[in-house]
């Protein structure tokens, strides 16, 4: 599976973005994908994910205000951002999960990551 993430650039705080993860290569198993930052100086964290399913889950500090969705037609995951913060930028990172050899256990691919900057 390779991951393309893109969207990324410079928005002023209160600003929106759209963040999009294109999946290609063996990507028939994939059953969730997600969006990770690190900011810097900060451990990578978690920001939304969603499964095969339809389940979302976001840390608390986006909830309200960015959105994750998929348009499987197309392969693609979107992280809606809106009323940007500074302490949002980082680098984002799309991630694909699919289900592992030995039972219970998950691969998880990553993208290359793409930069976002709230600043004015």
């Known amino acids: 599976v390779q991951l393309q993430a893109s969207g990324g650039g410079l928005v002023q705080p209160g600003g929106s973005l759209r963040l999009s993860c294109v999946a290609s290569?063996?990507?028939?198993?994939?059953?969730?994908m997600g969006w990770y930052r690190q900011a810097p100086g900060k451990m990578r964290e978690l920001v939304a994910a969603?499964?095969?399913?339809?389940?979302?889950n976001y840390a608390d500090s986006v909830k309200g205000r960015f959105t994750i969705s998929r348009d499987n037609a197309k392969n693609t995951a979107y992280l809606q951002m809106s009323t940007l913060k500074l302490e949002d930028t980082a680098v984002y990172y799309c991630?694909?999960?699919?289900?592992?050899?030995?039972?219970?256990?998950?691969?998880?691919?990553w993208g290359q990551g793409t930069l976002v900057t709230v600043s004015s």
């Open positions: 969603t499964t095969n399913g339809g389940g979302t």
């Open positions: 991630t694909a999960d699919q289900p592992g050899k030995v039972a219970g256990t998950r691969l998880r691919y």
């Open positions: 290569g063996s990507i028939s198993a994939i059953n969730a």
